[in-house]
């Protein structure tokens, strides 16, 4: 009776889990660094990567995008827009030049050429309020982070177009009211600037976001405290994040703390919405970014995961590549000559027909699926397991998921460089037969076959593959 009660608790706590882990969880994430028409911003591409991949770390679908024009910011708009309908959580994070005028927030474009007032409200620039209520009107939970409190560039040929007419071009940003369920964060006050940080870092707000928003059981609004803790103490007092916020309960990015005893109820502070994946998100990370020869990537890695399983790979990798590190340990750079367009193209059956694939390419494919970290076996023909490891490979580099791959997806995966080739054992076709282990007499010898089951009870293979997978369900 014990052990029925037993699996009966823990077939539970694996339906609680996945439920919880059900919950949808989406991210706007765009960083405008490259202005045609105004001095360029050397961090928020920088910014908008490092927010993305801490982002997916937790559980979000992320629609990216660095340096837009005014059409393709529209077009991950009305992405995200689709995606965020219904959604438990959805986050807008922006890195990048906006302005206010008349009260009113825009963000930029990277071919915005604004002369006069006239040009923003003909649609030159992306307002804020109208954008957030058209996108994220239907979620849950709405948290919306503005690293666009910079100097307006435009200022000067706003003012001198408008002699005719009083026309409010402010500093900074104008003061935001968040909608119930909403918080709404600044990277400094109302009419102020923030700082862009150091070239080729992350700016101050957006590395104190990615220090504290997504730390293990930690409330969004007490992390916001930290996060202006840090930027204040960074800019020695020249900047302090501002923020205003409407949320009902508690939300947490990256697990809630353990509920409360039982007989104490939960009042509205202690609702909580939004459980974070387990540590297999963790191991995930990792396998994308271990043979990176970039020191930030690792560094996203100890923020995100301070106590992590690879803490100390990570710290003796930032250390090696911040002295010139070895060149032969940096074994490959995922985005270099990646064409753009593998982030946003789709793929499916069809699209992989049309590669053309035989046996000994799908098979080349696993090989280097392996050697990038992502075992699957090397047998030639695309399975369950290889689909899902594909949609793994994907996942881990920004790319669409579906488990399909298509032409520039192909070309991206040849272009990786593999460190180590993977050992030809894990191909079925290749794998030699097991030898037979000779039967010793004694009883207790290594080398003694196992006794055969006997007949009329629980096969103690098959309860253990059950019970692993209840359990494995539960830490999934």
């Given amino acids: 009776m014990r052990y029925i009660t037993l699996l009966l608790f823990l077939i539970c706590m694996a339906l609680t889990v996945n439920s919880a882990q059900a919950d949808r969880r989406v991210a706007f994430v765009v960083g405008n660094g490259a202005y045609k028409n105004v001095a360029p911003l050397p961090n928020p591409s920088i910014d908008a990567k490092a927010m993305a991949s801490a982002l997916r770390n937790v559980g979000f679908e992320v629609v990216e995008g660095t340096n837009l024009t005014r059409d393709k910011m529209t077009e991950r708009l009305l992405d995200f827009g689709k995606k965020a309908q219904g959604a438990d959580v959805a986050v807008f994070f922006y890195a990048g030049h906006g302005i206010a005028i008349s009260g009113t927030n825009y963000l930029l474009p990277i071919d915005a050429d604004i002369k006069s007032e006239m040009d923003v409200?003909?649609?030159?620039?992306?307002?804020?309020?109208?954008?957030?209520?058209?996108?994220?009107?239907?979620?849950?939970?709405?948290?919306?982070f503005l690293d666009a409190c910079r100097d307006n560039p435009f200022a000067a040929k706003i003012k001198s177009n408008s002699a005719t007419r009083s026309v409010n071009v402010q500093t900074g940003l104008a003061e935001m009211k968040s909608g119930e369920g909403t918080l709404i964060a600044f990277a400094t006050g109302p009419g102020q600037t923030a700082l862009d940080g150091t070239e080729g870092g992350n700016s101050p707000f957006t590395r104190a976001l990615l220090a504290n928003i997504t730390k293990p059981g930690i409330e969004i609004q007490q992390a916001m405290t930290s996060v202006r803790a840090q930027v204040n103490e960074e800019t020695n007092k020249g900047q302090l994040p501002w923020g205003h916020t409407n949320l009902i309960g508690a939300v947490y990015l990256n697990g809630a703390p353990a509920p409360a005893a039982p007989g104490v109820a939960a009042?509205?502070?202690?609702?909580?919405?939004?459980?974070?994946?387990?540590?297999?998100?963790?191991?995930?990370?990792?396998?994308?970014?271990?043979?990176?020869?970039?020191?930030?990537?690792?560094?996203?890695?100890?923020?995100?995961?301070?106590?992590?399983?690879?803490?100390?790979?990570?710290?003796?990798?930032?250390?090696?590549?911040?002295?010139g590190g070895n060149k032969a340990d940096a074994t490959r750079n995922l985005s270099a000559g990646v064409d753009p367009a593998v982030f946003t193209e789709e793929s499916s059956q069809l699209t992989e027909d049309q590669i053309g694939l035989d046996k000994g390419q799908r098979r080349d494919v696993q090989r280097r699926l392996n050697g990038l970290g992502f075992d699957t076996k090397v047998t030639g023909a695309f399975n369950q397991d290889t689909r899902n490891v594909i949609t793994r490979w994907q996942a881990a580099r920004g790319y669409p998921r579906s488990g399909y791959l298509n032409r520039l997806q192909h070309k991206a995966l040849l272009s990786e460089i593999i460190a180590t080739q993977p050992a030809t054992a894990s191909s079925d076709e290749d794998k030699p037969?097991?030898?037979?282990?000779?039967?010793?007499?004694?009883?207790?010898?290594?080398?003694?076959?196992?006794?055969?089951?006997?007949?009329?009870?629980?096969?103690?293979?098959?309860?253990?593959?059950?019970?692993?997978?209840?359990?494995?369900?539960?830490?999934?």
Avoid: H
């Fill in 267 to 323: 009042g509205p502070a202690q609702q909580q919405v939004a459980l974070a994946p387990n540590a297999e998100v963790e191991v995930e990370f990792w396998r994308s970014i271990k043979d990176s020869n970039k020191a930030e990537e690792f560094r996203a890695y100890l923020t995100n995961y301070p106590n992590g399983q690879f803490r100390s790979l990570a710290q003796s990798r930032v250390a090696a590549l911040e002295q």
């Fill in 121 to 144: 409200k003909l649609g030159a620039a992306i307002n804020i309020d109208l954008t957030l209520d058209q996108t994220m009107g239907d979620a849950k939970v709405k948290l919306v």
């Fill in 433 to 476: 037969a097991p030898r037979r282990r000779t039967q010793s007499s004694g009883g207790g010898g290594g080398g003694s076959a196992p006794a055969p089951r006997q007949s009329g009870g629980p096969d103690p293979a098959a309860m253990g593959r059950f019970m692993g997978g209840v359990v494995g369900g539960v830490f999934r």
